[in-house]
């Protein structure tokens, strides 16, 4: 089990320890943990400025220390908008991060809150939120797209043209990235993971091979929580689970559950 999608205390919307995660995972046989906390850059986002990448990579080291091995740990992070934030995304990158989840997490100055659900319906906030999609996608500078449908969380509809989407598939598997499937809104009240079934499955059909799995926790009892769920989709899709170490993508192999056990993926 392993799960690359995990915030901390490190970002502004959790107060979460490293040490609690490394708890947990033992608890829960999860092999392989990836902190991966938000930077984003709009200055309308509660965390704007928050994220200190030394603080981060310290505590990395204090729980790679704690952990003695027997969790591997991995340095994330989910970075919002990757095309608006290219110089700042170029200075995070001169650290040493083992995978960088791309979000879209702001439509310009909109986020999928009251305010915004009051001025657009799903539909206009959707055409908006592909068109944005399709800009980073483009861009690139992440390796695994995170939480794709998630304004459906708010909305609590989805809706999306098979063209756009095809085309945002077609210029990510160009950037040599994959998806993600988060598992986070089943423990929201939708009745589904992100993206939803039909969207996994557009990825696949355009050549999408493998998918990170990811909790988007913020606290550590959140940790690996419904991955049954996300393995049994990856797997009735024919996708295979990945993992990122120093930006390189490595297959996941339940047999072989160790580190030294993954496959690395050759294009
Ligand atoms: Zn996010
Ligand atoms: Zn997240």
């Not at 991966?36 to 509660?46: G, K, M, S």
């Not at 995070?92 to 979000?103: A, H, R, T």
Request: net charge negative.
């Amino acid at each position: 089990m392993i799960d690359t999608h995990v915030h901390t205390h490190l970002s502004c919307d959790s107060e979460e320890t490293m040490a609690a995660y490394l708890y947990q995972a033992e608890r829960k046989g999860v092999k392989v943990l990836c902190f991966t906390e938000h930077a984003d850059f709009n200055p309308y986002d509660y965390g704007y400025l928050y994220y200190n990448p030394d603080a981060f990579f310290r505590d990395i080291g204090h729980a790679k220390r704690l952990s003695a091995g027997k969790v591997e740990i991995l340095s994330g992070i989910e970075f919002g908008e990757t095309h608006l934030y290219p110089h700042q995304l170029r200075l995070l990158l001169k650290y040493p991060y083992d995978f960088v989840l791309g979000s879209i997490h702001w439509v310009n100055n909109l986020f999928p809150d009251e305010k915004t659900r009051m001025k657009y319906d799903a539909k206009e906030f959707f055409d908006m939120y592909w068109t944005q999609m399709l800009e980073m996608v483009k861009f690139g500078g992440f390796d695994s797209l995170a939480h794709i449908d998630f304004p459906k969380r708010y909305y609590g509809e989805l809706h999306y043209k098979g063209s756009v989407l095809r085309e945002i598939f077609s210029r990510l598997l160009e950037n040599d990235a994959v998806i993600e499937i988060n598992t986070s809104s089943l423990r929201k009240g939708c009745p589904e993971s992100m993206p939803a079934k039909e969207i996994i499955e557009l990825y696949r059909d355009m050549g999408g091979k493998c998918v990170t799995i990811g909790s988007d926790s913020h606290i550590a009892g959140d940790l690996a929580a419904d991955f049954e769920k996300a393995r049994a989709l990856a797997e009735e899709m024919g996708l295979e689970i990945c993992l990122y170490r120093e930006r390189k993508r490595y297959i996941w192999r339940e047999a072989s559950a160790r580190p030294q056990g993954f496959d690395m993926l050759k294009r």
